[in-house]
């Protein structure tokens, strides 16, 4: 009975670390893209319900003062509120991206200063070792 434990109990733990946590695969422009895709989609559908929720008060408001205007009430003046704004269809367009070449990945650091030659011979700058 003891010998059934102690093996379960370290197949347990075996494979305990097969179930652990890799790391995140490197992103790719791919995934890159999709990312900036989503986020603008969510940024997107934040502000359909911002104006959904702005169309939903005004007409709350409307009944609300009809009602009130019906019943003989007196009601300040509304106060002044921006209007609805209504965001579009969504619409994402992907940021341009350029190539390796073009990025200046392989371009040099700045300007030259100086020449890269002097007027010294080559012996006198790297002298050889007599063998």
Same mark, same amino acid.
């Given at each position: +009975?003891?010998? +059934?434990?102690?093996?379960? !109990?370290?197949?347990? !733990?075996? =494979? *305990?670390?097969?179930?652990?946590? &890799? ?15 989503? =986020? ?5 559908? !934040?502000?359909? %319900? =911002?104006? @959904?929720?702005?169309? *939903? @008060? %005004? ?12 019943? !003989?009430? @007196? &009601? ?9 704004? %209504? ?19 392989? *371009? ?8 890269? *030659?002097?007027? @010294? ?11």
């Amino acid at each position: +009975m003891k010998k +059934m434990l102690i093996v379960c !109990g370290l197949a347990l !733990g075996l =494979a *305990s670390t097969a179930f652990a946590k &890799l790391p995140a695969p490197p992103s790719t422009p791919e995934a890159k893209a999709k990312a900036a895709e989503t =986020a603008a989609k969510t940024a997107w559908t !934040g502000k359909v %319900d =911002a104006y @959904q929720l702005c169309q *939903s @008060q %005004d007409k709350v408001a409307a009944k609300y003062r009809a009602g009130a205007a019906a019943a !003989g009430k @007196q &009601l300040p003046p509304a106060p002044a509120a921006p209007a609805c704004a %209504d965001p579009g269809p969504f619409a994402f367009t992907p940021p341009e991206q350029k190539p390796i070449e073009a990025a200046g990945a392989h *371009s040099p650091a700045g300007n030259a200063s100086s020449p890269p *030659s002097t007027n @010294q011979p080559a012996a006198a700058v790297n002298p050889t070792p007599k063998q």
